[in-house]
């Protein structure tokens, strides 16, 4: 029973850097496996990168070092940290919890890049 708020979207020109927050309540993050998604215009949703429960990440290849998932248990919000921004990059993003019963889903935050 989490919800999830996501925030820090916006513009940006390409080679850029924003930093994407996902803040939950209700429930405490460590309960949940997390996960950040994408979706672009016309496009199915793509998953980005994963943070595990015990602080494990992985991410998608085309995002693999230029992106970086974290979270901060204390605070109960997740984070993804976004530099060297492409065109491509552009899309809704979303946050995901998952635990062995459900998956939860935030609102998604727009992030566009563009010159």
């Known amino acids: 029973q989490v919800q999830l708020v996501e925030s820090g979207g916006g513009w940006m020109q390409p080679g850029g850097s924003l930093r994407l927050s996902c803040a939950a309540s209700?429930?405490?993050?460590?309960?949940?496996?997390m996960y950040w998604y994408r979706q672009a215009p016309g496009k199915e949703r793509e998953l980005v990168a994963v943070?595990?429960?015990?602080?494990?990440?992985r991410y998608s290849g085309s995002v693999k070092g230029r992106f970086t998932i974290s979270r901060d248990n204390a605070k109960n919000t997740v984070y993804l940290q976004m530099n060297s921004l492409k065109p491509e990059d552009t899309a809704v993003y979303y946050c995901?919890?998952?635990?062995?019963?459900?998956?939860?889903w935030g609102q998604g935050t727009q992030v566009t890049v563009s010159s």
């Open positions: 995901n919890a998952q635990s062995d019963i459900r998956d939860y």
């Open positions: 943070i595990t429960k015990d602080g494990g990440t």
């Open positions: 209700g429930s405490s993050i460590t309960y949940y496996g």
